[in-house]
């Protein structure tokens, strides 16, 4: 799906919201798990999707809860992707939620399995191998590469935060004139050289919302992947004030809050519900703001 598409997809449905797929067998309700003792993981993520589609515009599967399956998660994979290519509810864009990267022959393959494989639209990619990793997943036409750029866990303050050209000579000695920035911001700054906005999305994490403005003025156009709300507790409204562009151009996604809204037969009804909520709220930003334009 190409950007044009992805705004439209936004403009028509009124949502910015994409459902991640983090489907942990221990977490599906036990009734699913006794109704498809074979494949509990599709039928589950089948009956997210009917509840959801009408409210989301992308899904992300994240690749963890399926390889830790083996054979048979790769098998749910390919049936979630089959099943939401021929939804008639759709099109949807599509994560794989992957977040590889290698030298550069071996990116080719990843790119090969989550692209021509598995039909993917766009793959997380981690920028630290630089961009000869992340080139091949850029060589697709109407793909995507969406690179980690600062991400939403406690740990992101290891190193993403960290201001690599400080000199802690001159800071010792009380010169701080000037700004230094922030390792993430340097990621981004290189990063976003090595395709466009019409192939690359960054990762910005939802909680880290007083970080946002430096994210925009770097890249005001390209679209953001933003994880965090819900469970690890972003604030919608103020993430959406901080990055919405006349294109919408952001993505939020929502795992854990929706997929696992209840552990009871009604849980794809109480999906619907948190999905609806937050869609009822991107409705209402989007039409405060008359975006996308
Ligand atoms: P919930 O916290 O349950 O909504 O899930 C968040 C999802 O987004 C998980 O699949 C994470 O792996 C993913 N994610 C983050 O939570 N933080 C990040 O910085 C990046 C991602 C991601 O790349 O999607």
Redesign the pocket.
């Known amino acids: 799906m190409n950007r044009q598409q992805l705004i439209q997809l936004i403009k028509e449905k009124k949502s910015f919201l994409c459902v991640?797929l983090?489907t942990d067998p221990k977490r599906i309700p036990v009734h699913i798990q006794k109704k498809y003792p074979d494949d509990p993981v599709f039928a589950f993520n089948r009956m997210i999707i009917d509840a959801t589609i009408g409210a989301a515009v992308a899904y992300?599967p994240?690749l963890a809860f399926y390889e830790a399956g083996g054979s048979k998660g790769w098998i749910s994979l390919e049936k979630t992707m089959a099943y939401l290519a021929e939804h008639p509810e759709g099109p949807v864009f599509t994560i794989a939620?992957a977040?590889r990267a290698d030298i550069g022959n071996t990116s080719l393959q990843y790119a090969r399995a989550f692209f021509e494989h598995l039909g993917f639209d766009a793959v997380?990619v981690n920028p630290y191998l630089g961009h000869d990793a992340v080139k091949p997943f850029l060589a697709y036409k109407g793909k995507w590469a969406i690179i980690?750029a600062l991400?939403?866990?406690p740990g992101s303050s290891d190193f993403q935060v960290l201001q690599p050209q400080l000199p802690t000579l001159l800071e010792k000695l009380g010169i701080k004139t000037c700004y230094w920035k922030k390792l993430f911001e340097l990621v981004i700054e290189e990063s976003c050289k090595w395709g466009n906005p019409e192939n690359t999305m960054f990762?910005v994490?939802a909680t880290h919302p007083d970080m946002l403005d430096q994210v925009r003025e770097i890249i005001p156009d390209h679209f953001l992947?933003i994880?965090?709300v819900?469970?690890?507790g972003g604030d919608l409204h103020q993430i959406a004030e901080k990055t919405l562009t006349k294109d919408a151009g952001i993505l939020v996604?929502?795992?854990?809050?929706i997929l696992y809204a209840s552990k009871n037969e009604d849980f794809s009804e109480k999906a619907k519900g948190v999905a609806m909520h937050y869609q009822q709220q991107m409705q209402e930003i989007l039409t405060a703001k008359n975006y996308p334009v």
């Open positions: 991640g983090d992300k994240n939620d977040k997380t980690l991400t939403s866990n990762v994490g992947l994880p965090g819900g469970t690890q996604n929502v795992s854990r809050a």
